[in-house]
């Protein structure tokens, strides 16, 4: 898989029968399954692009139907799997400290602005529970590390672990495009080819997010006012290593192995 020579647009448009809009010279990498089933590519790249549109298989349109499901869903207080989910965060991420209540100040450990948790990531909804969760219990050893800031020189002024996933939860909306109903750049059209693959495909890459966003930032010794540049530039990386040619997973991603 690692090893499929990487097309060039030409060759790549030819695959798809598709009609050549405006392209210049140039080759760039497109995952070698990005032509299957697909029926129209349009792209132009002097200065601009051309928006694609590409036709989503039963599979990917319900998918995706349930990915902006889960985006839809609001917090909810009154219900019990929300509540269940905010304590089991809780229990992975303090497992030898007990949780005074669902709004307490122990939740200020975790990087979340007051007491009450769901005052911060009520714009984004109950995602941003099962991004952290997620994260949490599949990867837990970075997930421990970045919470407890274990990793390199540190800035006196840090970023809050928790209110980072939130907006990291964003980002990625923003960057798929996610309230399109069909592809408009190469990146979502790859987010949705990896959809197919693996319904956990948006958690997966939310954790990726995270840790390349905490690399950057001690690479940079970053401080949290320079939080919001950090932020545009893991989403640069992000969108540079999705449409590398050889990138057909998340797990192919070369910053998945930060997670590791």
């Known amino acids: 898989?690692?090893?499929?020579?990487?097309?060039?647009?030409?060759?790549?448009?030819?695959?798809l029968n598709t009609s050549l809009m405006c392209v210049d010279d140039g080759t760039f990498g497109t995952p070698a399954w990005l032509g299957k089933g697909l029926t129209c590519v349009c792209f132009k790249r002097r200065g601009s692009?051309?928006?694609?549109?590409?036709?989503?298989?039963?599979?990917?349109?319900?998918?995706?139907?349930?990915?902006?499901?889960?985006?839809?869903?609001?917090?909810?207080?009154?219900?019990l799997d929300h509540q269940e989910a905010l304590r089991s965060l809780w229990a992975a991420a303090y497992p030898s400290l007990e949780l005074h209540g669902l709004i307490s100040d122990?939740?200020?450990?975790?990087?979340?602005?007051?007491r009450d948790p769901s005052t911060d990531f009520r714009g984004a909804g109950f995602i941003c529970v099962e991004n952290l969760l997620f994260f949490?219990?599949?990867?837990?050893?970075?997930?421990q590390r970045l919470l407890k800031k274990q990793g390199g020189e540190r800035a006196a002024w840090e970023y809050p672990f928790a209110v980072a996933g939130v907006n990291i939860t964003f980002m990625i909306m923003q960057m798929i495009d996610i309230d399109a109903s069909k592809p408009r750049s190469f990146v979502k059209a790859v987010f949705l080819q990896m959809l197919s693959e693996n319904e956990w495909t948006?958690?997966?890459?939310?954790?990726?997010?995270?840790?390349?966003?905490?690399?950057?930032?001690?690479?940079?010794?970053?401080?949290?006012m320079e939080f919001n540049d950090i932020l545009?530039?893991?989403?640069?990386?992000?969108?540079?290593?999705?449409?590398?040619?050889?990138?057909?997973?998340i797990e192919d991603m070369p910053s998945y192995t930060l997670l590791l």
């Not at 590409?54 to 995706?64: A, V, Y």
């Not at 122990?106 to 007051?114: A, H, I, P």
């Not at 949490?136 to 997930?143: I, L, N, P, R, V």
Request: with cysteine; proline share 2%; aromatic share 14%.
């Open 232 to 249: 545009r530039s893991t989403r640069a990386q992000l969108e540079k290593e999705l449409i590398m040619g050889d990138v057909l997973r």
């Open 136 to 143: 949490a219990k599949t990867f837990s050893t970075s997930f």
């Open 49 to 79: 692009y051309e928006r694609i549109f590409i036709n989503l298989t039963p599979q990917q349109e319900e998918r995706l139907r349930r990915l902006k499901n889960r985006i839809k869903n609001n917090f909810d207080s009154s219900k």
């Open 202 to 224: 948006f958690d997966l890459l939310y954790c990726v997010a995270f840790v390349v966003m905490d690399k950057l930032w001690l690479e940079r010794n970053a401080s949290y």
């Open 106 to 114: 122990q939740w200020k450990e975790m990087g979340w602005q007051g």
């Open 1 to 15: 898989m690692g090893n499929d020579q990487t097309p060039s647009y030409h060759e790549f448009c030819s695959r």
